[in-house]
């Protein structure tokens, strides 16, 4: 069992940045792949970001440019900046965890909401 507690969410205008974090119960140095997702109001959960184990970085177009995702593995923790915040950025954002046998982990999730 792993369990992932995000923190980081908040109010913040349009153009300002947040940075979110994702700790993590025990080591993520032997895992998968471990990403950020958004659920949006009456949206589906879509990948915001993703790293795998081998470092390959995978973006949501949306996210390109303005988000940078990476991870502390000594301090068992993986990062979302997120800068030029847009009101369309709103959401729960959830961190997800892929261990080596394929069972996936979720945290409760931060809340994030950009007003314009």
């Known amino acids: 069992q792993v369990q992932l507690v995000e923190s980081g969410g908040g109010l913040v205008q349009a153009g300002g940045s947040l940075r979110l974090s994702c700790a993590a119960s025990r080591s993520i140095f032997s895992f998968n792949s471990m990403g950020w997702y958004r659920q949006a109001p009456g949206k589906q959960r879509e990948l915001v970001a993703r790293i795998t184990r081998i470092s390959t970085i995978d973006y949501a177009d949306s996210a390109k440019g303005r988000f940078t995702i990476s991870r502390d593995n000594a301090k068992n923790t993986l990062y979302l900046q997120m800068n030029s915040l847009k009101p369309e950025d709103t959401g729960v954002y959830c961190c997800?965890?892929?261990?080596?046998?394929?069972?996936?982990?979720w945290g409760q999730g931060t809340q994030v909401t950009v007003s314009s």
């Open positions: 997800n965890l892929e261990v080596t046998s394929g069972s996936n982990y």
